[in-house]
């Protein structure tokens, strides 16, 4: 998900800016966009083309997610 943000340069233009977090999870921004149709759009690029959205969270440890049925490693379906 990504966050659109409004700002002015020091010459007094607006500019937007769009803060997103990259698949490790850190988040960082893009600016400099000279219209919030710009802004928009580049996010929903970068949100279809990075895998954004896409991320799976990795089961804890003792968690037996994935495991088949009547194996004895998963709980019991009976």
Known sequence: MATIEKYQIASGATRY??????????????????????????ANNWRSTSGAGRMSRRPRAGCNWGSTPGSGSGPSTS
């Open 17 to 42: 800016r769009v803060r997103y977090r990259t698949p490790d999870r850190s988040q960082t921004t893009k600016r400099g966009f000279a219209t919030k149709r710009d802004a928009e759009a580049w």
